[in-house]
């Protein structure tokens, strides 16, 4: 193995700023650091894994909101988001993927989520994971007239909680989507 300030220095500051972030920022870095976190390589599409998050599907998404300082866009449809009928309090592992190009349909990203034994998250997973990634969570879908839309977080000067229309979030090639391993209860 080299040595690790031959590899260094030969990046510039920003440089290596952009391998802090991409690995996910200072806390991981200090995990890696001091023993408590592992790196685990992963494959594109796959940008990161959140192993045994804990998923409160008991409680109405509002509730959730207040409880842990959430912030959501002004006229957020909560009414539209009913408590799923089977909904429980689990440890969950939740998968991001990113594509890096439009997808055609909302099959097309199920699909390349199902090739790894994913399936998408639903606004609890979203929020379970707050404030990790700008997530779209396809699970979750608001139907307003012939129009079909999502929550995502987003960064504005702060990380909120919006609906976009799928269509439009489909055609972003920089789109994250959260997915979700289903429990052996959920099997």
Known sequence: MSNPLEVVKH???GQL?????KIGGEKIVEGLLN????VEVIKLPIIA???EVAVDETRPIMELAEKNDLCFYDNFPFADFPLPARGQKVGRELVAFKFKKCMPSVDSVVHEMGKEG??????WDMIA???QYAFIALGSV?????TDYVPHTSFCFDMHVSIGKVAELLA???SIYLGRRKTEAES
Do not use: D, Q, S
Not at 17 to 21: L, R
Not at 35 to 38: C, E, L, P, Q, Y
Not at 142 to 146: A, C, D, I, L, N
């Open 11 to 13: 990046y510039t500051v």
């Open 17 to 21: 700023a952009a391998i802090v972030h």
């Open 35 to 38: 023993g408590t976190m592992k």
């Open 49 to 51: 894994v959140y192993k």
């Open 118 to 123: 994913c399936e998408p998250a639903t606004i």
């Open 129 to 131: 994971v707050w404030p």
């Open 142 to 146: 608001y139907k307003k007239g012939e």
């Open 172 to 174: 972003n090639p920089h």
